[in-house]
């Protein structure tokens, strides 16, 4: 399929995991992609590897609110809009003490690159896609946003906060044919969850990574990139203001410790 042909399409979280899988197939499909990282090396890896013409990759941290317009208002006059954006970068913090130990810091960097982040794109490019009457943002969420128990408590509540955004900002966009979606990954495999696998395999316990989600298993970042795809396709046309699970089942059920083997 090229979907995508003569879109623009801006990710962030770019250089690996899901972002990664996610420009490759935007790329794929035909569209014409500007990678969003902090990690220039990275970035520019990544950049190599994408198919077609057209593509750049940009060192931005998503917290600098004043290079992300410049960003975005360079993007939009140099390819004559911007047809997608695809708020991926994102932050775990790792520390899963309970609230009352939690570190403020980590909770004021976590919220600054996952919550702050995400809105700077969708400020900044919903100004643009207002005006050209067209547009789709797909924001990356997570199941620790919709339930307790996939995350600590910071990132939980970032991840709840872009789901809150989320369907705010369709219900400010909606008007001007902006839709705005999110993806919530379950258990992924990536570099930000390399810690989870690493204690597993340490521990003997990598038997067990996924067992609690429907399918028995944990996902890849190319799963998330399909779902993440067809948000910002024509394909989701009638399709705003949503989260989307893609978790092997893990938020369908009742899923304490314990209760699956």
């Known amino acids: 399929m090229k979907r995508f042909e003569k879109k623009v399409v801006i990710v962030t979280g770019a250089a690996s995991g899901i972002g990664r899988a996610a420009a490759t197939r935007f790329a794929d499909e035909g569209a014409t992609v500007v990678l969003v990282d902090r990690e220039e090396d990275a970035l520019q890896a990544v950049l190599g590897e994408l198919t077609g013409n057209g593509h750049e990759a940009v060192a931005v941290d998503v917290r600098d609110e004043p290079a ?88 939980s509540a970032s991840k709840a906060a872009v789901i809150n955004l989320t369907q705010t900002s369709a219900c400010d966009l909606g008007q001007y044919n902006v839709r705005v979606n999110a993806v919530c990954p379950g258990l992924i495999k990536t570099g930000m969850t390399k810690p989870v696998f690493d204690y597993a395999e340490a521990n003997d316990k990598a038997h067990k990574l996924g067992t609690r989600c429907e399918l028995r298993r944990f996902g890849r970042p190319e799963e998330i990139a399909a779902a993440i795809t067809f948000l910002a396709s024509d394909d989701a046309s009638y399709i705003t203001g949503q989260f989307l699970p893609v978790d092997g089942g893990n938020t369908a059920s009742l899923n304490m410790p314990g209760m699956k083997v």
């Open 68 to 155: 992300v317009t410049a960003l975005v208002d360079r993007i939009a006059e140099t390819h004559g809009g911007i047809d997608v954006v695809c708020n991926n970068a994102g932050i775990a913090g790792g520390d899963y003490a309970p609230v009352t130990e939690n570190d403020l810091q980590n909770w004021r960097d976590i919220v600054d690159v996952n919550l702050f982040g995400t809105m700077h794109f969708t400020r900044a490019a919903g100004r643009h896609m207002r005006e050209a009457g067209a547009g789709a943002i797909v924001n990356t969420a997570s199941v620790a946003g919709v339930r307790s128990g996939a995350g600590g408590n910071a990132y």
